[in-house]
């Protein structure tokens, strides 16, 4: 069974800085692309930025230069450094990643339980 368990979230001021950990937990071969997506109240789950197995990585526009994500393949862990945080931030975060818990089974899609980033003065 696998499991994407995050952490980090919280409240914190207009400016400030947060960092969102996943790691990827229980039967797990392979892991290709890992990613972040973001759920405001009443909008639809949106990709925030996401990172291949080498390094590749993709942004949204409304984070490019705010946000950097990296990984840790060794830990297969996945963070989200998030800097010059505004309130349009404010979201429930979800980590996403593309793996296969055994050698024979294909590569699907998994969820983490979410986590929520408030940003309020």
């Known amino acids: 069974q696998v499991q994407l368990v995050e952490s980090g979230g919280g409240l914190v001021q207009p400016g400030g800085s947060l960092r969102l950990s996943c790691a990827a937990k229980?039967?797990?071969?392979?892991?290709?692309?890992m990613g972040w997506y973001r759920q405001a109240p009443g909008k639809q789950r949106d990709l925030v930025a996401q990172?291949?197995?080498?390094?590749?990585?993709n942004y949204a526009d409304s984070v490019k230069g705010r946000f950097t994500i990296s990984r840790d393949n060794a830990k297969n862990t996945v963070y989200l450094q998030m800097n010059s945080l505004k309130p349009e931030d404010t979201a429930v975060y979800y980590c996403?990643?593309?793996?296969?818990?055994?050698?024979?089974?294909?590569?699907?899609?998994?969820w983490g339980q979410g986590i929520q980033v408030t940003v309020s003065s």
């Open positions: 996403n990643a593309d793996l296969k818990p055994y050698v024979s089974w294909p590569y699907s899609k998994y």
């Open positions: 229980g039967s797990i071969f392979s892991i290709n692309a």
């Open positions: 990172i291949t197995s080498g390094g590749l990585t």
